[in-house]
């Protein structure tokens, strides 16, 4: 397999985990480590070679608002991964298709990703490029672990994909520790999170509908709806699984909190005056909790249960898939980076030899669950699967 010449944008929390990642699977012939502040990129560069004992990072000072340096940057490799937060992505896809580069994202905006941008398709297929939202965790991962419980049925009736970063220990008032930005926090826990109810994509309030699920090593946890976790895997699944939904896992009492917190107005986004400013709820909010959050002696975990139950071999059939991940101090990672970043570069990795389709993809028909999981696997990741299946008597 020849080579492959990658750039990751965004050098913050996710990039140097995608960028060691992909030196270890990924046969790559260079990979580019792009961030506006280059003393960021280059000590994240620095720390990720270091870990491999090869000069394979480079840094490089991008602005990924300057529409060409984007194009001049894209052009310059074969892969990109962007690690920047979710709401530039619309435009870096459509930039990186006018470039003709392969692209994934962490974060996407799945309705406009699903309605509007494969419209594109055949332009991506032309160009031999492939164009894949949503590759991180949650979205992400969650979704191929929902995909692995199906391909283990002949018929599935209903897959609940649950996940969370959490502390590994606790600390009021938010029992949270920020390990990704709050905008995109604030995001998810707000408007709507797009299920599959009776085989029809259905919205449901975030926040709403909490249920509890203890976790051997962990403990009881509080799970809610919040918005993006399933991508768009309920239009590619509608009328082949009647229920699918994803929650997010939290510390007991966080749900409650953070409702207070919506219906008070703090994740509000019109500006509002305060003597002669206006100012937005949500970017203050965004502003103030952060630093009440980061508690940079804390370690962090992650935690990601799927549950599939339906029919194999005529016979009812449940299977559930859990794994906990901790902070690596062997590298420095978190579970989140781990998580997130090395669950970007399976996708990449797959784009660049030529297992991922071409054209624009939705993340859920990029590769089959079995084959996400395989190459999960191999990155020293344990998964818990229980399957209770009792097959009728002749």
């Not at 000590?43 to 090869?54: I, S, T, Y």
């Not at 998810?188 to 909490?210: C, I, N, Q, S």
């Not at 599939?308 to 420095?332: M, R, W």
Request: charge should be negative.
């Amino acid at each position: 397999m020849s080579k492959t010449k990658y750039a990751i944008l965004g050098a913050g929390m996710q990039g140097p985990a995608i960028a060691y990642d992909l030196a270890r699977f990924g046969n790559p012939e260079q990979i580019l480590l792009a961030d506006i502040d280059l003393q960021r990129a280059t000590l994240k560069a620095e720390r990720v070679n270091q870990l491999l004992g090869q000069e394979i990072v480079l840094p490089k000072q991008v602005d990924a608002l300057n529409h060409k340096q984007i194009l001049e940057f894209f052009e310059s490799v074969d892969v990109i991964i962007s690690a920047v937060p979710w709401q530039m992505n619309m435009r870096l896809i459509q930039q990186a298709l006018e470039a003709k580069r392969s692209f994934i994202d962490l974060g996407n905006e799945p309705e406009w990703f699903w309605h509007e941008f494969r419209k594109h398709d055949e332009e991506a297929k032309k160009a031999g490029i492939a164009l894949v939202p949503d590759c991180g965790l949650a979205p992400g991962m969650v979704n191929h672990l929902g995909l692995y419980c199906m391909e283990k049925m002949d018929t599935c009736h209903e897959i609940h994909l649950r996940c969370g970063g959490l502390p590994q220990n606790p600390i009021p008032p938010l029992g949270y520790k920020l390990v990704f930005n709050m905008i995109g926090v604030i995001s998810e826990y707000t408007g709507e999170a797009l299920t599959l109810h009776e085989g029809k994509p259905t919205y449901v309030p975030t926040m709403d509908d909490v249920e509890c699920l203890e976790i051997e090593g962990v403990g009881m946890l509080e799970a809610a709806p919040t918005s993006g976790g399933t991508s768009t895997a309920p239009y590619t699944l509608a009328g082949k699984v009647c229920e699918y939904d994803y929650k997010t896992l939290r510390y007991p009492g966080h749900w409650d909190t953070m409702r207070a917190l919506r219906d008070l107005g703090f994740f509000d986004e019109q500006p509002i005056r305060i003597g002669d400013a206006h100012i937005s709820p949500r970017q203050f909010t965004a502003t103030v909790i952060p630093p009440k959050i980061d508690f940079p002696e804390e370690k962090d975990l992650i935690v990601v249960y799927a549950y599939g139950s339906g029919l194999k071999d005529g016979a009812p059939y449940e299977i559930s898939v859990q794994f906990v991940d901790y902070h690596d101090d062997a590298t420095g990672f978190t579970a989140m980076e781990r998580c997130t970043g090395f669950a970007a570069s399976i996708i990449a990795i797959g784009v660049a030899n030529g297992t991922v389709p071409r054209g624009t993809v939705p993340y859920e028909q990029s590769m089959s669950g079995h084959a996400f999981v395989r190459e999960f696997l191999k990155r020293g990741f344990q998964l818990r699967e229980t399957v209770s299946h009792t097959l009728r008597p002749e």
